[in-house]
């Protein structure tokens, strides 16, 4: 059964950096039909995708955060990570990791996600 | 930068349809997603390539997207699907959430 678990730090300070990872049990990571991605919910607002990493390494990123975001994965550890710089209170978000499943002709959808971590931006 | 614009609330009363659009432009040429979330849990999706259901997603959920809108239909609408709900799109290879829509069920 594919279980995907967040982890890292809850509280990080104004213009630090944000580290969290993935761990992905249940299913390897390295799958021509998967992608792994981020996404957020800050309180009170609605869903934003941040970026998808593709088992290669090939990543996309949402434009509005693209110059602060890296995703990379680690096929050795089965895990993905995410990291945000220079972050401030407007960071402040529960953070999901997720699964998208393609099939051959086209695009899937996030049919697995984590149970997610709250970040909160604060000094 | 692409947008996809939903209502953000519906109301509707048990046993009845609830439909929730989804509109950007030529929508219909992108293929669409929809997930349910509830407060305290994880997304669920419920439609994925505009029209297919996951596995274990009962069959009262239905999708289409078609010229500038997606739509998510829910027939039978049960007290238990009251949640927000979020349709999803691509542009570019890049992953375009809705604001999210709140349906109520009373």
């Known amino acids: 059964q594919l279980q995907l678990q967040e982890s890292g730090p809850g509280l990080v300070k104004p213009s630090e950096t944000l580290s969290l990872t993935c761990n992905v049990s249940?299913?390897?990571?390295?799958?021509?039909?998967?992608?792994w991605g981020w996404i957020r919910q800050p309180p009170g607002k609605g869903l934003e995708w941040i970026g998808t990493?593709?088992?290669?390494?090939?990543?996309f990123y949402n434009p509005s955060l693209q110059s602060r975001v890296t995703v990379a994965v680690d096929t050795s550890r089965n895990q993905f990570s995410l990291k945000l710089t220079s972050v401030t209170a407007a960071d402040t978000a529960m953070y999901y990791c997720?699964?998208?499943?393609?099939?051959?002709?086209?695009?899937?959808?996030?049919?697995?996600w984590g149970q997610g971590t709250l970040v909160t931006v604060s000094s | 930068s692409y947008e996809v614009t939903q209502p953000p609330s519906v109301s509707v009363s048990p046993g009845q349809t609830a439909s929730i659009s989804c509109s950007g432009d030529d929508l219909g040429d992108k293929y669409t997603c929809w997930y349910q979330h509830k407060p305290g849990q994880s997304p669920v999706l419920v439609i994925y390539q505009d029209t297919k259901r996951p596995s274990g997603i009962p069959e009262r959920f239905s999708g289409s997207n078609s010229g500038n809108t997606a739509t998510l239909t829910i027939s039978g609408t049960q007290t238990m699907d009251e949640a927000d709900y979020y349709c999803q799109a691509w542009d570019s290879g890049t992953v375009v959430f809705g604001g999210g829509t709140k349906l109520t069920v009373l």
């Open positions: 990493i593709y088992y290669s390494g090939n990543t």
């Open positions: 249940g299913a390897s990571i390295i799958n021509t039909l998967f992608y």
């Open positions: 997720a699964r998208r499943t393609d099939t051959t002709t086209a695009l899937g959808g996030f049919d697995h």
